[in-house]
């Protein structure tokens, strides 16, 4: 296995995403098919409910953010169904599965290429609270694909162009959600 044909692996799944986030004819609240309305995925109904203090830091984020609840959960909707932000930002337990208490709060890249890739990312920030960029630089990675500065984004980051009304939405929900005092 050589160096292009992990690049041409990460193309292809980028190219999966954002076909499945342009074509998509699901919407938030509606069920997958197969499912009953309200059944949602077996990892995130084993999801933790929110403590009292992450729960009104939710609700203070949500006010402060201007956002409706419509566009956070379609942020939420595209964060966790659609592009998968939580399978590499999200830290996982010994077993592998993602853990609850530390949604999206950052977490050491569990995947590794076949082949080195040069500038291979070994940490995803964290996205709970939207800590560490301002809106426009996020509009501009998930709108232009490039990093926050216009830098190029490290693999295995994927390369979004998204619609302004999607970014927006993500950043609503990633900015409701609420921050962790732990790094991962």
């Known amino acids: 296995m050589d160096k292009p044909f992990g690049v041409l692996v990460i193309v292809l799944a980028m190219f999966v995403t954002i076909g499945a986030l ?4 699901l919407t938030p609240g509606d069920p997958r098919p197969g499912e009953q309305r309200g059944a949602t995925g077996a990892e995130h109904a084993a999801a933790k409910p929110p403590s009292s203090a ?3 830091q939710s609700s203070a984020n949500r006010a402060a953010s ?4 419509a566009e956070i959960e379609r942020g939420k909707y595209l964060v966790e169904n659609v592009a998968m932000c939580v399978e590499c930002h999200t830290p996982r337990d010994s077993q592998g599965a993602l853990r609850k208490d530390a949604w ?3 977490a050491p890249i569990w995947i590794r290429p076949v082949a080195p890739i040069q500038n291979w990312a070994d940490h995803a920030p964290s996205l709970a609270g939207w800590p560490s960029f301002t809106e426009e630089q996020g ?3 998930l709108e232009k694909g490039t990093g926050p500065e216009g830098e190029e984004l490290r693999p295995p980051m994927h390369i979004y162009h998204m619609k302004h009304e999607d970014a927006k939405a993500i950043i609503a929900y990633l900015k409701s959600l609420p921050r962790s005092s732990q790094t991962y």
Request: no cysteine.
């Open 139 to 141: 509009e501009r990675i």
């Open 54 to 56: 992450s729960a009104l």
């Open 22 to 25: 342009a074509t998509s004819s």
């Open 66 to 69: 201007g956002a409706s609840s």
């Open 104 to 106: 999206l709060a950052g």
